[in-house]
């Protein structure tokens, strides 16, 4: 089955700084990759999500690149903010819905 | 976007005890929706998978006669921890899918924290 491997598990940054979380998949047909922010007593939430055919995708603030030859993608955090201190998990799938396996999270929090 | 609500938020109760959680789709319709636990600093674990009208999925390892699962609605999918014990405390989670063969969103509820005296 599938194995998604996450890092760092917590990360400090100071606000307007970036944050970056990294991701390795292991099994090749996985072609779909979604990132969730999960708030604290919450449940995760999906912020962005990348197909295998794109190698990038950007929505304002937030974007996710992937690297389908060495099998790993990340989560790119610009200019953060307090607000989005959370755990971050990034998932991957190779049967859409039915299949998503999750990373082990990323705690992140932005220091004011 | 898709919305998911689940109650209750938080449910504390005797061991012993049956609790029963909701996980409803509030603005569509979900032919399934997934079950997950979580324990504190780590990733969601996935229990069973819930279709409409028939029976649901386990996955290996959950007992199905502690964690029943009904689906009854394409709205409407209830977890019920039977018999509750404390190794029975954790986060647990749902998520629905809205349809459709190449939508693989998934929405999920907020989740609710039992903890089991």
């Known amino acids: 089955g599938e194995n998604v491997e996450q890092h760092p598990s917590t990360l400090s940054v100071q606000e307007g700084d970036s944050a970056v979380i990294k991701c390795t998949y292991s099994d090749s047909a996985s072609n779909y990759f979604p990132w969730y922010k999960q708030e604290l007593g919450k449940g995760p939430q999906l912020i962005i999500d990348i197909r295998s055919n794109v190698g990038e995708k950007k929505d304002q603030r937030i974007a996710v690149t992937l690297n389908k030859t060495a099998k790993h993608f990340s989560l790119h955090i610009t200019e953060t903010q307090p607000e989005d201190s959370a755990v971050y998990f990034c998932?991957?799938?190779?049967?859409?819905?039915?299949?998503?396996?999750f990373g082990t999270g990323t705690k992140l929090q932005v220091i004011p | 976007g898709a919305v998911v609500s689940q109650h209750p938020s938080r449910v504390i109760c005797k061991s012993g005890t049956s609790v029963k959680i909701e996980c409803r789709s509030l603005d569509f319709q979900a032919t399934t929706m997934f079950w997950y636990r979580q324990f504190p600093k780590k990733s969601l674990m996935l229990m069973a998978t819930?279709?409409?009208?028939?029976?649901?999925?386990?996955e290996q390892g959950v007992e199905k006669d502690k964690f029943l699962i009904n689906h009854a609605s394409l709205t409407l999918s209830t977890l019920t921890v039977t018999s509750a014990h404390p190794e029975d405390s954790s986060f647990y989670i749902c998520?629905?899918?809205?349809?459709?063969?190449?939508?693989?969103?998934?929405?999920f509820g907020s989740g609710t924290q039992l903890s089991v005296l």
């Open positions: 819930s279709n409409e009208g028939s029976k649901a999925t386990y």
């Open positions: 998520s629905a899918h809205p349809g459709g063969s190449t939508n693989e969103k998934l929405f």
């Open positions: 998932a991957a799938s190779s049967g859409g819905y039915q299949k998503v396996t």
